[in-house]
């Protein structure tokens, strides 16, 4: 975050919060004009980005995932060194993704990594087949999304990341990444579109194709940057922890998330949970509520209501159990 954003007080970014949701909202329609049926999608990553919550993409090879990602980046304009993207796999080393080893550092009995160009350094990450990765990367991995650091010749540093997107063809079912997979609260599938939608695939595919070869960008549109989304997660931030009343006893819920909408939020969740086996920790409670506060805000500037609840679609944590909640969740909230 710059310096001049992160001295931004609430005054301020409250006076500014309508113009930043214009320009979010802006920014996720024009995306959306050059993909074919990925708008949710699309609304999906600018909320994570926004919640600073990190997003798994579910879906087989062809599907726009690698596309939705870079155009994004492109859309938020990001300068050299603040993108990093890297295909995992087994072989993968710590190196290729948190940059190598100082070996003149090595020689004088430090461990230190030269890690500018590499993950640690970039505000936007995307990560291809993140499950096929190693234990070596996953540890790596697990402290750089739970807590954004990295260590140092053993000191905890911080990393530059704002945005994480993941994308995998499959979902693994080992226990050894049961914790990574909670980290990625939302997981959101990437379907094939050319069964219902076969004519405008072969026109945006053909035009995609046309301006990479031409080498141009007109999704690179300029509608909002980087600082739009660290302002509005910033502003965002502040809100929750305002506490209002001589005693504080009015919290974020009173305001912005009406009692029977929690009552059926919570009624929702025990139903996945007994009927389908959906596994949903603490943890993943508290991330969710925020980030249906942050999808409120996002798409009407309000407090939450029945439609945002559609969000609870992506706890799926197997590719099963996200096709079924892709199609109950709607249904339990009447939608």
Not at 196 to 208: K, Q, T, V
Not at 248 to 261: A, M
Request: aromatic share 8%; net charge neutral; charged share 30%.
């Amino acid at each position: 975050m710059s310096a001049d954003t992160t001295a931004l007080s609430f005054e301020q970014l409250s006076a500014e919060a309508h113009a930043l949701r214009a320009r979010l909202d802006r920014f996720r329609q024009a995306l959306g004009r050059y993909f074919v049926k990925k708008q949710e999608l699309i609304d999906l990553m600018t909320v994570c980005a926004v919640a600073q919550e990190p997003l798994l993409l579910v879906g087989p090879p062809g599907t726009a995932k690698s596309d939705l990602v870079l155009k994004f980046k492109d859309a938020l304009g990001l300068k050299d060194g603040e993108y990093f993207e890297y295909m995992l796999t087994r072989f993968t080393e710590p190196g290729e993704v948190m940059g190598p080893i100082d070996v003149a550092k090595l020689r004088e009995g430090r461990y230190l990594r030269r890690s500018q160009g590499k993950l640690p350094t970039a505000k936007l990450v995307f990560l291809d087949e993140i499950f096929k990765s190693n234990s070596a990367i996953l540890n790596a991995l697990l402290t750089v999304v739970n807590e954004r650091k990295y260590y140092q010749d053993g000191q905890p540093v911080p990393v530059e990341l704002k945005i994480l997107f993941a994308a995998t063809n499959e979902i693994p079912e080992h226990s050894e990444l049961a914790a990574l997979k909670d980290r990625f609260c939302l997981k959101a599938a990437c379907r094939s579109v050319s069964e219902d939608h076969f004519l405008p695939l072969i026109d945006a595919g053909l035009a995609s194709q046309s301006w990479k070869d031409l080498g141009q960008k007109p999704w690179a549109e300029s509608h909002a940057t980087l600082d739009d989304f660290l302002k509005a997660n910033r502003y965002l931030a502040m809100q929750f922890g305002r506490a209002e009343g001589a005693n504080g006893e009015e919290k974020d819920r009173h305001r912005f998330f009406p009692e029977p909408l929690l009552l059926e939020l919570r009624r929702v969740l025990r139903t996945l949970v007994r009927e389908d086996g959906v596994f949903i920790s603490d943890r993943k409670i508290v991330k969710l509520y925020r980030l249906l506060r942050t999808r409120a805000w996002v798409m009407h500037g309000g407090a939450v209501e029945r439609e945002d609840l559609r969000m609870l679609s992506y706890l799926g944590e197997t590719r099963d159990e996200i096709d079924l909640l892709e199609d109950k969740v709607p249904k339990l909230l009447g939608l």
